[in-house]
């Protein structure tokens, strides 16, 4: 049986991952060389990441792979409404469409 505070770690991991992302598109624009280890926003970028993997592992512990992975899809889902937020992106009917159905997945694959 899978512990309510994994589905909470797993949940909670992927809007952390999500963020990773959008703060590494938003130096995306700069030149790649040495200097872009040392921007504080590739720096968040990449802690956020790594946080998120920290997360899913502690998750992890109270919980069966098969039951809290699927969550993990919940990453998309975040970073639509991120960059449509954060970064100013356009959300076609087709991508939410398919928002809805990585949804009705992870209720199909998650609830016990």
Not at 5 to 17: A, M, R
Not at 60 to 72: A, K, N, R
Not at 75 to 80: D, E, I, L
């Amino acid at each position: 049986m899978t512990a309510w505070w994994s589905f909470v770690l797993v949940i909670l991991s992927s809007v952390v991952s999500a963020l990773g992302p959008v703060y590494l598109k938003e130096v995306s624009s700069e030149k790649i060389n040495f200097t872009l280890l040392f921007n504080g926003t590739f720096i968040v970028g990449v802690g956020l990441y790594g946080l998120g993997v920290l997360l899913m592992v502690l998750a992890l512990f109270g919980g069966e792979l098969s039951v809290l992975y699927p969550f993990i899809a919940l990453t998309y889902v975040w970073v639509v409404v991120l960059s449509y937020f954060r970064l100013g992106e356009s959300v076609s009917s087709q991508r939410i469409l398919g928002v809805l159905l990585i949804l009705a997945s992870v209720i199909l694959l998650g609830v016990q």
